[in-house]
């Protein structure tokens, strides 16, 4: 089997230095299997999208940000929790994709697929990965100051509610970036694992993120690069190697 293009590792390290920062902030925020469920909500656009001969990218992030304009409109109206929300929509969204997609279609929604990318989705990918993490880097503080205390943040001029809709969107931008390598079903762990991994070892929100970007890069490049060399989806090996990183973690915490 070739070796990866270069663009191909470039997208996946820009994907998942913003899954390592959008999960730092996921984490913190009790989003663990909330964030998880978020990622199949891009289900149903991918076989809409297959279904009108589209670009299955295309689906899924109009899903994604319709998914999650929808979970932060009804967490605003209802005051329900989150995952909750994201329960409800989750559910929906997977029945749909279910009854949309089919076969072959379907496994690679859910696990990823390998492949050369197309121009498009190359330049979409590192614009989009730019935005991510220039967000996240730059409202860091603000975010910090809104999980703390909502009045307080509100009381110092902070749009809550407008930040809150940023930070899911920017969270669903990063979804989008990774169904390529990682699809529906393990997008979500990405995410979730690196922020988990640097939360147990990191004693400053810097350190927490630069660890959660370092773990979230080693393990994508070390799990595209295994599956080229045992000729499987690069997806289960990022996240094997992710999930070794935080056992790891562990070892050394205690």
């Given amino acids: 089997m070739t070796s990866a293009p270069a663009s191909t590792l470039v997208l996946a390290v820009a994907m998942a230095a913003a899954a390592g920062l959008v999960g ?3 984490v ?20 809409l999208a ?22 932060w409109a009804l967490e605003n109206k209802t005051r329900l929790p989150v995952e909750t929300i994201t329960g409800v929509v989750f559910s929906t969204a997977l029945a ?12 690679e929604a859910l ?3 390998s492949g050369a990318l197309s121009l498009p989705e190359a330049v979409f990918g590192l614009s989009a990965a ?20 909502a009045d307080m943040a509100s009381t110092i001029g902070i749009d809550v509610a407008g930040l809150d809709l940023l930070y899911l969107l920017a969270f669903a931008v990063t979804v989008a970036l990774g169904l390529r390598y990682l699809g529906v079903l393990l997008m979500g762990s990405l995410i979730i694992i690196p922020a988990a991994t640097a939360r147990q070892v990191a004693n400053s929100l810097s350190a927490m993120l630069a660890i959660a970007v ?3 890069v080693v393990s994508t490049v070390l799990g595209i690069v295994a599956a080229e060399g045992f000729h499987r989806e690069s997806g289960p090996l990022i996240i094997l190697i992710a999930a070794t990183l935080f056992f790891l973690g562990l070892l050394k915490r205690s």
């Fill in 28 to 47: 913190m925020r009790r989003m663990a299997l909330a964030s998880d469920a978020i990622s199949h909500v891009a289900l149903p656009g991918i076989g």
């Fill in 214 to 216: 370092a773990v979230a």
């Fill in 111 to 113: 696990l990823g697929s």
């Fill in 24 to 26: 730092c902030f996921a």
């Fill in 96 to 107: 749909v994709g279910a009854m949309l997609t089919t076969g072959e279609n379907l496994i």
């Fill in 130 to 149: 730019a935005a991510v993490v220039t967000f996240i880097v730059r409202a860091r503080h603000r975010l910090v100051i809104a999980l703390i205390s």
């Fill in 50 to 71: 297959l279904a009108l001969r589209l670009h299955p990218l295309v689906g899924g992030i109009a899903a994604l940000v319709v998914g999650t304009v929808l979970i």
